[in-house]
């Protein structure tokens, strides 16, 4: 009779991981947002290393929206990048993890 062992951890790693890797993306997209609607200092070097993650991964996002409002375009558009990412990264993770 054969023996089936029972899914170990490392079996879900990888899904783990691509999830984390969306949650971090999101992450990045949400630090940006609450430095621009509280008013951070654009010349600081945090700033700068956050902006220059935070708008490649908004992809297209930028622009997308047009709503009068200058920190309101930046929570949608840069918010509907970071739910992008959650909602991408949730399914690859899904897929991974089924095989």
Do not use: Q
Request: proline share 4%.
């Amino acid at each position: 009779m054969p023996y089936y062992y029972p899914r170990s951890y490392s079996e879900g790693a990888a899904a783990r991981i691509v999830s984390l890797v969306g949650g971090l993306f999101a992450l990045i997209e949400g630090v940006y947002i609450l430095m621009i609607v509280l008013n951070a200092d654009e010349a600081n070097r945090f700033f700068t290393f956050i902006k220059g993650l935070a708008v490649p991964l908004a992809l297209f996002f930028p622009g997308l929206f047009h709503t009068g409002n200058a920190h309101l375009d930046v929570v949608v558009n840069y918010g509907l990048a970071a739910l992008f990412w959650l909602v991408v990264t949730g399914f690859i993770a899904r897929l991974v993890a089924r095989y």
